[in-house]
């Protein structure tokens, strides 16, 4: 199975900040990458899919890129509605789908 | 619009069977989409469990093959999840989800784009 690795685990940043969030494959995955956005309590919540479209309805701040191994979510100007745990997910390979283990984020 | 509430009991006995249901509104459940099964342990990352085509076809994580069962009824438009042989490892928040295949450029990918509000289920005798 591939495994999907996230860094950091946890991140703490003040509103306005850009905050990077890395997901990394065990091989190679082309563009197979969504994002996943939880919310404490809460269901999880399609952010980004193959790697760098946005779900309609999300707004511009969060994006992605990359491809291959290496991917990132970024969130141009954290708000304090953004703090939530997210998720890289692999639908490369599928099933079985993976995710990985969770970027937690707070407000400093 | 399409919603998706699952159901079915909150306690379930060590050794027993764990069985939850899926309803989905706002849409057939008879259509292109699979339907999924995901798992959240208390404080941990989501497992995919297992998914379901309206037509029969199911595929689950192998981790869980042995115990798990994925079945649709379209009388009902809903979904089931029977998961055999519980112990305290199985409680969990357990969601349900559309598998929706969305498109960009020459990548065709599954994103679980719907989902429920999830159910809390522990094991307990």
Known sequence: DIQMTQSPSSLSASVGDRVTITCRASQRISGYVNWYQQKPGKAPKL??????????????????????????????????EDVATYYCQQTYRTPPFTFGPGTKVAIK | QVQLQESG?????PS???????????????????WSWVRQHPGKGLEWMGYIHYSGNAYYNPSLRSRLSISVDTSKN?????????????????YCARVAALVRGMITLDTFDIWGQGTMVSVSS
């Open chain 2, 16 to 34: 027993q069977t764990l069985s939850l249901s899926c309803s989905v509104s706002g849409d057939s459940i008879t259509t292109s989409y699979f």
């Open chain 2, 78 to 94: 809903q979904f089931s999840l029977t998961l055999n042989s519980v112990t305290g490892a199985d409680t969990a928040v357990y």
């Open chain 1, 47 to 80: 952010l980004i899919y193959a790697a760098s479209s946005l779900q309609s309805g999300v707004p511009p701040r969060f994006s992605g890129s990359g491809s291959g191994t290496d991917f990132t979510l970024t969130i141009t100007s954290l708000q304090p």
């Open chain 2, 9 to 13: 009991p909150g306690l379930v006995k």
